[in-house]
Every structure is written in C-alpha cells, then in structure tokens.
C-alpha cells in the first residue's frame, strides 16, 4: 500500500496568525472544508448583530464544536452501553433455549 505524502498547508483562520500544518496529500481538501467552515462561522459571529471580535468568535467556535464532539461521543457511548447490554441478554435467553 502507497503511503500518502504530507504536504504543509498555510492555514489562516479568522483572527489567528497564519501557521503552517503538515497534512496528508490525500487530507488536504478535508482539511481546507473545516478551515473554510470554522472561517465562515467565525464571519456570522464578527458581522452579525452582536459583532464579536475576532478573538471572542473563534472561542465561541471552538466551544461550539467541542459541545458537539461531546454529544457525539456520549450518544456513540450510550450506544454501545445499549448494545452490550441487547447482546447479554440475547446470550441470556439462548442460553436457556440450549
């Protein structure tokens, strides 16, 4: 299997001094999307109606992504809780089927 090259990206996020990223060759376009999405979201929070600075919109961004990685990964923990616990109790009933 061809590893994939690691490219450095220049990355600019809405009040944040551009940095460089090392990413994969094959990551890079996946990477571009979330910075152009975390830059778009930031935008509504400086130009909307409350008009945030550059600062104060990127921690609101930041936060609201950790909020939904939370979520996420609680909803797929209770998932698996769930799971485990069909599973047991199909091995339960099987058990006494035998």
């Given at each position: 299997m061809e590893q994939s090259k690691v490219h450095s990206i220049t990355v600019k996020i809405t009040g944040v001094d551009p940095f460089k990223l090392p990413v994969k060759e094959n990551e890079e376009s996946f990477y571009r999307s979330i910075i152009e999405r975390i830059n778009g979201?930031?935008?509504n929070?400086?130009?909307g109606a409350s008009g945030d600075k550059p600062a104060v919109a990127l921690a609101k961004v930041a936060l609201y992504y950790a909020d939904m990685l939370y979520r996420q990964t609680k909803q797929l923990q209770d998932?698996?809780?769930l799971l485990a616990d069909f599973e047991a109790r199909l091995d339960r009933l099987l058990s006494a089927i035998e």
């Open positions: 979201n930031c935008e929070l400086i130009y998932q698996r809780i």
